[in-house]
């Protein structure tokens, strides 16, 4: 199962992420995860990464792709694997098309968690991460409304958009995406 996770920040996605990769024994690969362990650990890539991060803007994508090229190689991605975080822009996208189709190893799904931009500020307000400022919010989510979003048109142009109701328990939402999900298991 290969698998694309899309959603704003704040729609719950990492939370419903690491649940679904569970159920279907799948590698849950969230590139905010890597780049906070990149930062955390004080790496050359985390510290550049830091400087986006931390001021609400997209990493550049050449940085992304690099990290997402090498983590596809690694043997507990080969049962297949819940992208969460990316591609996150058009040439995130393309760049991951062309790696898959090089390993003929199309995506399944692209699944996308809908939630309305007024309920992920108060969300993402109440989380207290440190990285979660009010201006550092509304430019996340400016990224996501500029550089993201577009790829639900990407999606589903080549029929692979499936998208829920990201509104309700994390229970009611987890039902909703196996109840796609379990088409592609
Ligand atoms: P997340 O935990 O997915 O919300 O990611 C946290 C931050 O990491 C984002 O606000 C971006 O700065 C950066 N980031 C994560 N994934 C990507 C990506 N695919 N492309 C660019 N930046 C990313």
Do not use: W
Not at 99 to 117: K, S
């Amino acid at each position: 199962m290969r698998i694309v996770f899309i959603g704003p920040p704040g729609a719950g996605k990492g939370t419903q992420a690491e649940r679904l990769a569970e159920k279907y024994r799948i590698a849950h690969l969230s590139t905010g995860d890597m780049l906070r362990a990149a930062r955390d650990a004080r790496t050359e890539v985390g510290c550049e990464a830091d400087k986006y991060m931390s001021a609400g803007q997209l990493v550049p994508d050449a940085i992304i792709i690099r990290i997402i090229q090498a983590r596809l190689e690694e043997p507990d991605c080969q049962r297949g694997y819940l992208l969460d975080g990316f591609p996150r822009t058009i040439t995130q996208a393309e760049a991951l098309d062309e790696m898959l189709a090089q390993r003929g190893t199309p995506l399944d799904v692209v699944l996308e968690l809908d939630v309305p931009e007024d309920e992920l500020f108060n969300r993402l307000a109440g989380r207290g991460r440190t990285d979660d400022t009010p201006e550092v919010i509304r430019q996340r989510l400016v990224a996501y409304r500029e550089q993201t979003q577009p790829l639900l048109d990407y999606y589903g142009e080549r029929g692979l958009l499936k998208t829920i109701d990201g509104l309700g328990t994390i229970e009611e939402i987890f039902e909703r995406a196996t109840a796609v999900l379990n088409d592609y298991a």
